[in-house]
């Protein structure tokens, strides 16, 4: 069984820039693809980023292709979400999440606890 603890979230101005951490354990990340969702208030989970087992590839949603970048560490067990030129619609709780690599959240069985991210002057 894996756990999954997201950390980094914060307070940043418009422009700003953040970097979400999910770390694992209880078992290990190599065996999943991983990946980021967020959500807000009445909304659906929203796909973020995905990146495989690997390491060599990786999928953004539209919202944020070019601004943030998915990296994974296995050694670490652990993925991290570079996100720079933050938006105030870039606000919500992010989600680490572990599974099969898909877009939508059902495919993935592993979900962290959320941090919260919140662009705002």
């Known amino acids: 069984q894996v756990q999954l603890v997201e950390s980094g979230g914060g307070l940043v101005q418009p422009g700003g820039s953040l970097r979400l951490s999910c770390a694992a354990s209880?078992?290990?990340?190599?065996?999943?693809?991983a990946a980021w969702f967020r959500q807000t208030p009445g909304k659906e989970r929203e796909f973020v980023a995905v990146?495989?087992?690997?390491?060599?590839?990786?999928t953004y949603g539209d919202s944020v292709v070019g601004r943030f970048t998915v990296t994974r560490d296995n050694n670490k067990n652990a993925v991290y979400l570079q996100m720079n030129s933050l938006k105030p619609e870039d606000t919500a709780v992010y989600y680490c999440?572990?599974?099969?690599?898909?877009?939508?959240?059902?495919?993935?069985?592993?979900w962290g606890q959320g941090t919260q991210v919140t662009v705002s002057s």
């Open positions: 999440a572990a599974g099969r690599r898909a877009l939508t959240a059902p495919n993935y069985d592993y």
């Open positions: 209880g078992g290990t990340f190599d065996g999943y693809a």
């Open positions: 990146i495989s087992i690997n390491g060599f590839s990786t």
